[in-house]
């Protein structure tokens, strides 16, 4: 069964913002420019996610998800032990691309920023979704490590299939182009084994 939960906006890291800018020691400069960048962003973001529970099936490389076969030695390794996986789509809305695009020939350095910012804050829903499945499934269990489609040996074709069982136009308003880019495009779609 599908679900689609909506989440507060997870804590903002600005030390990841200036990683995801490439910068590897934050400066004052580009600080000043993320402080300036993030009220106009902030309201703009949804945090939105559509997920479902799926039985594993692990034989050699080829891994059953009920919804899909595949062959693929990296994610057979990634789920060794687990008997269900969690699928999920996650998104933060336009608001990224479209402040990308308005900035890219006026303000590059503000362009990359609201790039910087949609990553950063893209990869903390992620990290809110996996922390609010680890509360459910209690101390018993265990999470595996994110993996999505065109990880290792696994195909980014993988990608249409997740789609169709998430139903992330609808659910979401994450659509998957004929090139397998997301839109938007500051959203990720991953697999996490249960064990």
Not at 34 to 39: A, G, K, R, S
């Amino acid at each position: 069964m599908v679900e689609v939960k909506e989440f507060a906006a997870p804590q903002i890291n600005k030390k990841e913002i200036h990683r995801y800018a490439g910068e590897r020691v934050p400066s004052a400069e580009l600080s000043q420019i993320i402080d300036e960048c993030l009220p106009e962003i902030l309201d703009k973001l949804t945090y939105k996610v559509s997920f479902c529970k799926t039985s594993v099936r692990i034989n050699k490389n080829e891994v059953d998800l009920g919804f899909l076969r595949v062959e693929s030695s990296a994610l057979a390794k990634n789920l060794s032990g687990c008997d269900a996986a969690i699928i999920f789509a996650a998104t933060v809305g336009l608001a990224p691309d479209r402040l990308v695009a308005r900035n890219l020939v006026s303000s590059p350095t503000r362009a990359l920023v609201f790039d910087a910012i949609g990553a950063e804050r893209i990869e903390s829903l992620s990290d809110a979704f996996c922390e609010d499945i680890r509360a459910k499934i209690g101390n018993e269990k265990k999470l595996r490590p994110r993996f999505s489609a065109g990880y290792g040996d696994l195909d980014i074709e993988v990608q249409r299939d997740i789609f169709r069982l998430l139903d992330c136009p609808k659910n979401i308003g994450l659509t998957l182009t004929e090139s397998l880019l997301m839109t938007p495009s500051k959203s990720v779609t991953a697999i996490i084994g249960i064990f």
